[in-house]
């Protein structure tokens, strides 16, 4: 069976994305940390649409966590038709307070267990000549930002291996997209390691989307077979007027805005 495999599927832009490709008629292969989410929101979308909807529930922020993933699918004998890298955390603060441990587990979520999903899907997809790879970045990706460094690190990795693999791909009529959401109401600040003092002044009065709207680009940027995409014309165009400025000079005045606001 051809599944739509969706990570960081429990809650978010994932849980979103997995209601409108339902709509769609995709049948969906839902993974998370979280059991019961996963378990009702198959239930419910295979009620609403008639699709096959299954989960893996697999911790992607460990090292093994992708190869349980590639492993469950070979079992069931799933073919990864459309491959969305979701998943991913933040931490907001200042790196040398922050948890080494947290920010390592981090990297391996937002970087490690996205290289090795596409590396363990795109043969199959290489084989049939047709499918397709969505990493999910981030506005993130387009500059260094303070205060929430690593973060912003990981995805200017998921940037740069996106777009190179999107040229690899081509010639065996593999599709990938590079998708960078902005701020979106999805709970990512909520997680203890941006739920602070320091995330809040990060968020405060920013341009915000919903999950639902993040999810609606993505499809229709899918749909359009597009290589890149920035949701939300607002933040498409920060990322035009940012790219003028150096990014020693960004960073210097992001810091100097989260100082200002935190009154340090």
Partial sequence: ??????????????????????????????????EQPLKTLCETLSAQHGIAAQYIVADLSQPDGAQQVFEATQQRNLAVEVLVNNAGRGSSGEFVQNDLQSELDMLQLNNASLVA?????????????????????????????????????????????????????????????????????????????NNNNWGKVLTEGAYTQSAEQVAREMVRALEKQKNF????????????????????????????????KMEL
């Fill in 1 to 34: 069976m051809k599944v739509t495999l969706i990570t960081g599927a429990s809650g978010g832009i994932g849980a979103a994305l997995a209601h409108e490709l339902a709509a769609q008629k995709h049948n969906l292969l839902l993974v998370a940390r979280s």
């Fill in 117 to 193: 999903l596409c590396h363990y899907f795109l043969p199959g997809m290489i084989a049939r000549k047709s499918g397709s790879i969505v990493n999910v970045g981030s506005l993130a990706a387009f500059f260094p930002s303070p205060y929430m460094a690593v973060y912003a690190a990981s995805k200017m990795f998921v940037r740069s291996f996106t777009e190179a693999l999107t040229e690899e791909c081509r010639p065996h009529k593999v599709h990938v997209l590079l998708f960078n959401p902005g701020f979106t109401s999805s709970g990512f600040m909520d997680t203890p390691a």
């Fill in 229 to 260: 995409h920035v949701s939300g014309r607002l933040n498409l165009l920060a990322t035009k007027v940012l790219a003028l400025i150096p990014n020693r000079t960004v960073a210097r005045l992001f810091a100097n805005s989260k100082r200002k």
